[in-house]
T-cell receptor, first 115, second 115 residues
Framework: NAGVMQNPRHLVRRRGQEARLRCSPMKGHSHVYWYRQLPEEGLKFMVYLQKENIIDESGMPKERFSAEFPKEGPSILRIQQVVRGDSAAYFC?????????????FGEGSRLTVL | AQTVTQSQPEMSVQEAETVTLSCTYDTSENNYYLFWYKQPPSRQMILVIRQEAYKQQNATENRFSVNFQKAAKSFSLKISDSQLGDTAMYFCAFMRSFGNEKLTFGTGTRLTIIP
C-alpha cells in the first residue's frame, strides 16, 4: 500500500510563473490536507479537501492560491504568479474514509523555490 | 482557536541519555488529540506518538513516552536511550476530536544527539 505521493519533490520557478503541486492520497483515503512549511518554522494548515469539495480553506491566502481534488486524479495545489515569499515546503496529508483515527499520513513534501 | 507552544528551539544530548522536550497548548476543547511528529533532514513528517485527551494513561511507544498533564495543558515527550537517528526537528501538534482533522503545530525543537 503506497503512502501519500507528492510530486514534484523539487520545483523551481521564476517570479510571476505558476506552480502546480500534486498529491495522491493513500489508497482508501479521500480526505486531503495541504500544509506549508516556511524555513525554520512549523507546518501551517492551508486547506482541507474531500473529493470534489473544499471543506476548509481558512489557511489559504486569499489571492493566487487555489486547490482542487477532482473525482479522478490527484489533488492539485496551484500557485499563480509566484513571489519569493512563496518559497517553502508544501506537504500533503491524507486520512481514511471511515473510522476517525486522529492520524494524518504525510507525503514527503514538495519544495518550491522561487528565483 | 488553538495554539501550541514549544519553548525550546534547540536541544542537544549525549547518545544513550534521556531527553525531554516540552510542549504546552491552549484550547477550550475538552476532547482532542495531541501528537509528536519527527522531521529528520529528509523532511518526511513521521508520527512518533499520539495521545487522546480522554485517556489519563500516558502513551508510550518503545523508547518514546509522554507526560500528559491535561489540567496544565502540558504534553512533553521523553526519549530514553537516545540514538543518533533521533536527531531531527520535533513538532508538537494538536487536533480537535470533532470537526475536520486539522493539525495545529508548534514551532518545533531541533534535537541533536551527540555521539
Amino acid at each position: 500500500n503506497a503512502g501519500v505521493m507528492q510530486n514534484p519533490r523539487h520545483l523551481v520557478r521564476r517570479r510571476g510563473q505558476e506552480a502546480r503541486l500534486r498529491c495522491s492520497p493513500m489508497k482508501g483515503h479521500s480526505h486531503v490536507y495541504w500544509y506549508r512549511q516556511l524555513p525554520e518554522e512549523g507546518l501551517k494548515f492551508m486547506v482541507y479537501l474531500q473529493k470534489e469539495n473544499i471543506i476548509d480553506e481558512s489557511g489559504m491566502p486569499k489571492e493566487r492560491f487555489s486547490a482542487e481534488f477532482p473525482k479522478e486524479g490527484p489533488s492539485i495545489l496551484r500557485i499563480q504568479q509566484v513571489v519569493r515569499g512563496d518559497s517553502a515546503a508544501y506537504f500533503c496529508a491524507s486520512s481514511p474514509d471511515r473510522g476517525r483515527t486522529g492520524e494524518l499520513f504525510f507525503g514527503e513534501g514538495s519544495r518550491l523555490t522561487v528565483l | 482557536a488553538q495554539t501550541v507552544t514549544q519553548s525550546q528551539p534547540e536541544m542537544s544530548v549525549q547518545e544513550a541519555e534521556t531527553v525531554t522536550l516540552s510542549c504546552t497548548y491552549d484550547t477550550s476543547e475538552n476532547n482532542y488529540y495531541l501528537f509528536w511528529y519527527k522531521q529528520p533532514p529528509s523532511r518526511q513528517m513521521i508520527l512518533v506518538i499520539r495521545q487522546e485527551a480522554y485517556k489519563q494513561q500516558n502513551a508510550t511507544e518503545n523508547r518514546f513516552s509522554v507526560n500528559f498533564q491535561k489540567a496544565a495543558k502540558s504534553f512533553s515527550l521523553k526519549i530514553s536511550d537516545s540514538q543518533l537517528g533521533d536527531t531531527a526537528m520535533y513538532f508538537c501538534a494538536f487536533m480537535r476530536s470533532f470537526g475536520n482533522e486539522k493539525l495545529t503545530f508548534g514551532t518545533g525543537t531541533r534535537l541533536t544527539i551527540i555521539p
